[in-house]
């Protein structure tokens, strides 16, 4: 059924190239990426890149997750928009795809400061989505350019206040008892650029015990010294007292109330709570003509409490169910680029490093059926990441473009025992690498590229992937599991480019080798644990953009992955079995139609193919197909803007899990997501 309905949409899109009428898409020439630390026309990229423009960012959205607007990124793939205690997982070629509960193997930028930790752990719940400007995702292994923990970079950029200053009020509400609430303001004030913007999100959430309530700060302000410096500051903040965990289901449970929350869950008060704030600035400066230098500098605070929901196979007397931490995250880091001609050739060079710096005041108690208990583990974890790196981009011919990029890096992970009971358990490990990378880019004819390169990406476990299975067993052990990093090489080639002045596209087509991957095995009580394996991965990513008519804009991405495990130590059996957690095959279509006069409507359709629920793929979550539909009309009455809006999600009413829990215990591994569903809302914005 699956490809039967996927042949059909394809057929679509192949139709729709053949309506006549001009190009509304941007020429690739004039879109830049700046996630490949130089400042490239998308079209000298030599690899999977995508941007997302502000126009596809929102646009009525309800705007619950990152995966709402980054969908139409072919090689992405997202679960858990609905449960926000263990934050939206993201892949890209299957890195990422291993963890439970938040995201690894992927470097986040906001703004150019890390959303990623040092131990590689990334987090999107301080993102503001209701300032999102731009969204640039490059699909692959990265650390030449970012070092540990990039099989792919998302880099995320807020929108700059506008020339004439404004204030902004927006309200929706919809099913669920879901409310957000958001106010901004922006402008140019003589050299100061501004733009501030606090939201509040409540939602009771579709499962019983999901409530969530989330107050976002996000500002940023730039200084212009001259014509050649700016300063740029961003302060951000989050207050989340409350985001409950209705936990997974096993397929009976969730076929006969989808609705129902783990009863585990609701006993042990299952949820976390959390306040953060980030202060982080980036100088830049053009030394002389063809010379720039970029310094940034962050500082994040994070405190957070998590009660994990308790299992039935320990004594509750040895269950450390409580997890809260005081967390120090701060780095920065310093780049220098060259302009000009090599050889009579024009040329780009950088050179730079980064420093990062976790540490965790880390303590587990006993979750006494809800209730905080007595202390089982008290330990200080540290992380240090720090790499140098040198990239170049060579115009070879005035048609074929080399880039070519190393980088070393070195990680160190420690943590302190203070819980001594059960002995000393203080432990250290250190892990370094250099990643190179090279690639081609071909100029076949105007606005047609070919490209190929080779890539590679290292990954480190992060502190939770190193915990200790004895603690399986209610041995509350700290110190380190003994598994090692990973590491990742790939080949690629692709096209990009331009059709008939209306028609975008872009094609790869991947094989990837990863040693020693990091490998969920299996989730026992209220953890999980990992052993390394090794992977083959071949993939193919697809995306069309067609002008059917001025105002009629198709979107389509489609994505084919087949991932297997080639050798595992730990677990023979899942030898020659897929990847669990990622679809083999999956279809993105989006028709936007946005008339002049401010009316716009927009239906967009995600299909997923079923996927492995475990390592030697005995489990499956069904296929599914999720429509959605959005209309507004944005207009103006002297100074003020109105733009109402209305949203449905999951139009067909399909019957789906948004999210899987692999290797789960007892089979409880699905987390069944919302039905039919609709919002609205206005906002106001009034310029001065």
């Known amino acids: 059924m699956f490809k039967c309905k996927l042949f059909l949409m394809l057929a679509v899109a192949a139709l729709a190239t053949t309506a006549h009428a001009d190009l509304g898409t941007p020429p690739l020439e004039k879109v830049i990426v700046s996630a490949t630390r130089l400042d490239l026309k998308l079209a000298d990229v030599p690899g999977g890149a995508t941007v997302v423009e502000q126009q596809d960012l929102h646009g009525g959205r309800q705007e619950l997750g990152l995966d709402e607007s980054l969908a139409r990124v072919p090689g992405l793939f997202f679960q858990n928009r609905y449960n926000f205690t263990q934050d939206l997982r993201i892949s890209i070629r299957g890195f990422g795809a291993r963890s439970n509960f938040g995201i690894r193997g992927i470097k986040i930028f906001v703004d150019e400061i890390p959303a990623t930790l040092a131990d590689g752990q990334s987090g999107v719940d301080d993102v503001d989505l209701g300032s999102l400007a731009r969204a640039e995702v490059i699909r692959g292994p990265s650390s ?25 009020a927006g309200v929706t509400v919809g099913e669920y008892d879901h409310q957000k609430y958001q106010l901004k303001t922006g402008g140019q004030h003589g050299q100061l650029n501004y733009l501030l913007n606090a939201s509040y999100l409540n939602n009771d959430g579709y499962r019983d015990h ?31 007292p409350v985001a409950d965990d209705a936990g997974a289901l096993t397929a009976d449970d969730a076929e006969a109330d989808p609705k129902q929350a783990q009863a585990r869950n609701i006993s042990s008060n299952a949820g976390e709570s959390l306040e953060q704030q980030k202060l982080g600035w980036v100088y830049r400066r053009e030394l002389a003509e063809g010379h720039d230098i970029r310094v940034r500098n962050y500082y994040v605070w994070r405190d957070f409490g998590n009660f994990l929901p308790l299992g039935t196979h320990i004594p509750f007397s040895a269950i450390d169910g409580v997890v809260e931490f005081d967390r120090f995250f701060y780095g920065g880091g310093a780049q220098y680029t060259l302009t000009g001609d090599l050889f009579g050739r024009a040329n780009q060079f950088t050179v730079g490093f980064d420093v990062d710096r976790q540490e965790d005041d880390r303590q587990r108690f006993v979750n006494s059926f809800g209730n905080q208990g007595a202390l089982t583990f008290d330990q200080l974890e540290d992380a240090t990441a720090w790499g ?3 990239r170049d981009v060579l115009a070879l011919t005035d048609a074929l473009q080399l880039t070519v990029g190393g980088r070393f890096d070195q990680v160190d992970l420690s943590v302190e025992d203070r819980f001594l009971a059960n002995g000393d358990q203080s432990s250290n490990v250190d892990f370094d690498e250099f990643s190179p990378s090279v690639g081609l880019i071909w100029n076949v004819v105007d606005d047609i590229r070919l490209y190929a390169n080779y890539s590679t990406a290292f990954e480190t476990p992060t502190f939770t992937e190193l915990g200790s299975p004895a603690q399986d067993l209610g041995v509350n052990l700290g110190g380190f599991n003994n598994i090692t990093a990973q590491t990742a090489d790939g080949v690629e080639v692709g096209t990009r480019g331009t059709l008939w002045d209306r028609v975008s596209f872009d094609l790869s087509i991947f094989q990837m080798d990863v040693e020693d991957e990091v490998t969920n095995v299996v989730s026992t009580g209220n953890r999980a644990f990992f052993e390394n394996a090794d992977t083959d991965r071949f993939g ?47 279809f993105y279509a989006e028709l936007a139609w946005r008339h002049e006069s401010g009316l716009f409507v927009i239906w967009d359709l995600l299909v997923v193919d079923e996927l492995f629920t475990n390592n030697t793929n005995t489990g499956t979550s069904e296929a599914y197909e999720v429509a959605n539909l959005r209309l507004g009309y944005e207009f103006t009455v002297d100074k003020f803007r109105l733009s109402p809006y209305v949203g449905i999600n999951n139009m067909f009413d399909e019957e789906y899990i948004g999210n899987v829990r692999l290797n789960a215990f007892g089979d409880r591994t699905y987390e069944p997501a919302p039905d039919f569903n609709a919002y609205g809302g206005v906002s106001v914005r009034y310029s001065f």
């Open 540 to 586: 193919v990513e697809a995306a069309v953009i067609v002008q059917i008519l001025e105002q009629l804009q198709l979107t389509t991405a489609y994505t084919y992955s087949d991932f297997e495990f080639d050798t595992f130590a730990a677990d023979p059996a899942a030898e020659g079995a897929s990847l669990p957690g990622i679809p083999e095959q999956q």
């Open 388 to 390: 140098v790196y040198a």
């Open 210 to 240: 999901s409530e969530v309530n989330h107050t976002l700060f996000n500002s940023k302000f730039r200084y212009d010294f001259d014509d050649v410096s700016d300063l740029t500051l961003v302060i951000n903040a989050v207050d989340s």
């Open 144 to 168: 030449s350019l970012y070092g540990a923990s990039s099989g792919g970079v998302i880099s995320l950029y807020t929108e700059d206040g506008p020339e004439t200053p404004f204030i902004e």
